[in-house]
């Protein structure tokens, strides 16, 4: 059975930092691009980051460059997102994106969990 649980969201005041955690099982997760995606509220769901395999090359949105960092662990089975000095304009629900390396057809999606950036 295929799962992404992220974890690690909450309230954090702006400028703060929180780091998201994505663990993956059901699948062979050295095969698949990881993603962060993010939701906010009357907004339609954008890409955040992405961290490819192999290799670990990554690529951000604009508004994730310089405070965001996307990393991964293979051995874990994780994805992270570091975020750092966090803006009111990051909340959102961040979810988890894993699409298959040899078929981007193929793709699973986390639950989300909601980042409120406020003061």
């Known amino acids: 059975q295929v799962q992404l649980v992220e974890s690690g969201g909450g309230l954090v005041q702006p400028g703060g930092s929180l780091r998201l955690s994505c663990a993956a099982s059901g699948f062979t997760f050295s095969l698949y691009n990881m993603s962060w995606y993010r939701q906010a509220p009357g907004k339609e769901r954008e890409l955040v980051a992405r961290?490819?395999?192999?290799?670990?090359?990554?690529d951000y949105a604009d508004s994730a460059k310089g405070r965001f960092a996307i990393s991964r662990d293979n051995d874990k089975n994780t994805v992270y997102l570091q975020m750092n000095s966090l803006k009111a304009e990051d909340t959102a629900v961040y979810y988890c994106?894993?699409?298959?390396?040899?078929?981007?057809?193929?793709?699973?999606w986390g639950q989300g969990t909601q980042v409120t950036v406020s003061s």
């Open positions: 961290i490819a395999t192999p290799g670990g090359s990554a």
């Open positions: 994106n894993a699409a298959f390396l040899f078929n981007s057809n193929l793709v699973y």
